[in-house]
């Protein structure tokens, strides 16, 4: 199993003032684009073995919703803040099971082994 960390990687380096590289979460700010920016690279570092994927962290609806775009990929994940003003399509997520909302201070509801890359941002 590969476990990725982004935290504070878009925070980096001088401001470029493009709004959309990150996104307000409780007070702070998240690197949710950043991760959806890496795929490629993780795509073609892991090729066959990015089957089944989890992704821990804050977005993780737009996370795992672009994850399930890809072709041969299965995608699960683990928001880790409460979910108030969500759309229709992480409800949806959250009501299959695919998304849970999880204190990850705590030990994560999957078996160990369950996945082939594990993706962690902004939870540190």
Known sequence: MTCLLFNGFCMTGEPSGDIEVV?????????????????????????????KVLHVGPDTCLVVSKLLK???TEAWGVEPYE???T?????????????????????????PK???????????
């Open 83 to 85: 979910l108030d003003d």
């Open 70 to 72: 890809e072709e041969d």
């Open 23 to 51: 996104s307000k979460v409780e007070g702070g700010v998240s690197c949710t684009l950043e991760v959806q920016r890496a795929f490629p690279i993780l795509k073609k570092a892991y090729g066959d073995s990015m089957h």
């Open 114 to 124: 369950s996945f082939s890359v594990v993706i962690v941002s902004d939870a540190l």
């Open 87 to 111: 759309d229709a399509s992480c409800r949806s997520l959250v009501r299959k099971g695919i998304v849970r909302v999880a204190d990850i201070k705590f030990s994560l509801p999957y078996r």
